[in-house]
């Protein structure tokens, strides 16, 4: 089992990604922004 002192346990890791990943897919000018790139 995968867990960290961020996620309580697997499920709750899946569930982060899920929500990284719809962010980055609404927000893809932020994101390039943060991450350096010149949207």
């Known amino acids: 089992m995968i ?3 961020f996620h309580k346990d697997q499920n709750d890791i899946a569930q982060s990604i899920t929500r990284f990943e719809q ?12 991450i350096g790139c010149t949207a």
């Open 23 to 34: 962010y980055v897919l609404q927000h893809p000018d932020e994101v390039l922004r943060r």
């Open 3 to 5: 867990a960290n002192v």
